[in-house]
């Protein structure tokens, strides 16, 4: 790490956006997060082969000048729902904490353990990965089926009205 703290303050003014439905387009996530700040830089990810290849993966990363802005926009936007589904806006590094200790408190066996300590490569092992999925899709109908998310009707972004979309895909 950098001396002068410039990792840590680029890790803190990142932020994971995830859960994006496929209609939403990089303009349209950057018009949705720059109220909140002057939006430094945006990695819209795309599936590079395969099938789904050019197809969006569902997230993205923005980065923020400063981690005060990344904090107003991750408050504001966590939950809110683009194209009726909720967004999930963490901060870049918290996304990885977040998920490793989801990870370690569940208590998954061995697999789960060789992927938080195993190699040095930092390459987790298939069966782990598989793991992590399934823990992961729990997690998630879990807090589905238990009513986690409370979305007032006046906060939700409409696909067809606010983003812009050609009238094809509303």
């Known amino acids: 790490m950098d001396p002068n703290g410039f990792i840590d303050e680029k890790c803190e003014s990142r932020l994971y956006i995830g859960n994006l439905d496929l209609r939403v387009t990089e303009a349209a996530l950057i018009k949705m997060f720059s109220p909140f700040g002057k939006i430094v830089s945006e990695d819209f990810l ?7 290849r050019g197809a969006p993966r569902g997230f993205a990363f923005v980065q923020y000048s400063t981690k005060e802005e990344a904090k107003l926009a991750k408050e504001k936007m966590h939950g809110k729902l683009a194209c009726g589904r ?3 806006v963490r901060l870049a590094s918290e996304k990885y904490l977040v998920e490793t200790a989801e990870k370690s408190s569940k208590g998954m066996g061995e697999s789960n353990k060789t992927s938080l300590s195993g190699s040095n490569s930092g390459q987790m092992s298939r069966g782990a990965k598989i793991a992590a999925i399934r823990n992961k899709l729990k997690a998630l109908e879990e807090e589905e089926s238990s009513g986690g998310k ?11 009205e606010k983003l812009d979309l050609p009238s094809g895909n509303r």
């Open 150 to 160: 409370k979305q007032k009707l006046g906060e939700s972004i409409s696909c067809s």
């Open 46 to 52: 795309w599936h590079t082969r395969g099938p789904k």
């Open 86 to 88: 909720p967004l999930v």
